[in-house]
């Protein structure tokens, strides 16, 4: 298998009232790196791409990439780069990209101009600016590009803040990231949700395990899936013992925790989304936690009743 190490530069309206509201973020440059299974380079693929949305240069986007639309107009037509680098890519290959945003703006960018999707579902990749933060720091923090680099003390022989640069930066620091690890921490971008019930996603990692869901039409329908509502412990399977029970403090993010007498303490996680095509789905969360973590949520749980309770009351006042 091979990785494609992806970048996107796009450009966007400089006034919001004048957006396209399907093409927020039009790609203007794409930049690849190829590498055989060994991670080490052997291809690369850069691209101008000709604006046909958004004739003006955003003032950020101008600052940040060092691009002017003169020079743009000399590219090509997203469909003739899409084209080309899809081909480019082959076959038996995942993508690797720094951060989780370049896949779906890639897929909005087809969608737009009718083109074939890249895929069905949901896209397993490497989410490069993850697996750093896990490999090196806390596994939380989301550092610069440039900042890895210098971390690992990587030779700085092209600028930054270029498609292909960019590209061929994150494969260095992509490289030296340990195999297993970056396997066992498989992103997937959800710009498409699941098709049907067989092509659900469920993946059992080494701390956790995630499941995403197909897309429903109501978000009262998701909530009422058995699937996504399952509290059996993921890593034996037994039904747990209800100590907290499904509560939501935003109505985006659904929080259960269930006790498991081999495996202690689980929490479920279930965070809905809408995919593009306005389908509601989700994507959840399994853990063990530990007797602090549990309190802490055990708060926020009173928290969010007390709340409850102040909202029902004021209602009825009125």
């Known amino acids: 298998m091979k990785y494609i190490i992806l970048d996107l530069e796009w450009n966007q309206s400089g006034i919001p009232e004048e957006s396209v509201k399907d093409l927020t973020f039009e790609i203007v440059e794409v930049g690849a790196v190829k590498l055989n299974e060994d991670r080490v380079m052997i291809d690369e693929f850069s691209c101008l791409v000709k604006p046909q949305v958004y004739s003006k240069m955003h003032h950020i986007t101008r600052k940040l990439i060092h691009l002017r639309m003169e020079e743009l107009e000399k590219g090509q037509p997203f469909t003739k780069v899409a084209d080309d680098f899809l081909n480019w890519c082959g076959k038996d290959y995942m993508f690797g990209t720094w951060g989780p945003l370049d896949l779906s703006e890639l897929q909005n960018n087809l969608r737009y101009y009718d083109m074939k999707p890249l895929s069905n579902g949901p896209i397993a990749f490497f989410d490069v600016q993850k697996l750093f933060s896990i490999a090196f720091e806390d596994g939380k923090s989301r550092?610069?590009?440039?900042?890895?680099?210098?971390?690992?003390?990587?030779?700085?022989?092209?600028?930054?803040?270029?498609?292909?640069?960019?590209?061929?930066?994150?494969?260095?620091?992509?490289?030296?990231?340990?195999?297993?690890?970056?396997?066992?921490?498989?992103?997937?971008?959800?710009?498409?949700?699941?098709?049907?019930?067989?092509?659900?996603?469920?993946?059992?990692?080494?701390?956790?395990?995630?499941?995403?869901?197909?897309?429903?039409?109501?978000?009262?329908?998701?909530?009422?899936?058995?699937?996504?509502?399952?509290?059996?412990?993921?890593?034996?399977?037994?039904?747990?013992?209800?100590?907290?029970?499904?509560?939501?403090?935003?109505?985006?993010?659904?929080?259960?925790?269930?006790?498991?007498?081999?495996?202690?303490?689980?929490?479920?996680?279930?965070?809905?989304?809408?995919?593009?095509?306005?389908?509601?789905?989700?994507?959840?969360?399994?853990?063990?936690?530990?007797?602090?973590?549990?309190?802490?949520l055990h708060e926020k749980y009173v928290k969010y009743k007390d709340n409850k309770k102040k909202q029902i009351a004021k209602a009825k006042g009125k």
């Not at 690992?152 to 022989?157: A, C, F, R």
């Not at 600028?159 to 061929?168: E, K």
Request: positive net charge; proline residues 3%.
């Open 143 to 296: 550092k610069s590009l440039e900042y890895a680099v210098d971390f690992l003390k990587i030779e700085k022989d092209i600028p930054f803040h270029r498609a292909f640069s960019d590209a061929y930066y994150t494969a260095k620091v992509f490289a030296r990231i340990d195999e297993k690890l970056a396997n066992s921490h498989v992103s997937y971008d959800t710009f498409r949700a699941p098709k049907d019930e067989d092509h659900e996603v469920w993946v059992d990692f080494d701390k956790y395990s995630k499941f995403i869901s197909r897309g429903f039409e109501t978000k009262q329908e998701l909530l009422y899936n058995k699937r996504v509502m399952n509290t059996k412990c993921y890593k034996c399977g037994r039904s747990t013992f209800k100590r907290i029970r499904w509560f939501s403090p935003n109505h985006k993010n659904y929080y259960y925790v269930g006790f498991c007498p081999r495996h202690g303490y689980v929490k479920s996680k279930v965070r809905v989304r809408k995919d593009c095509n306005d389908l509601f789905y989700c994507v959840k969360t399994m853990k063990k936690i530990d007797k602090e973590t549990f309190r802490t």
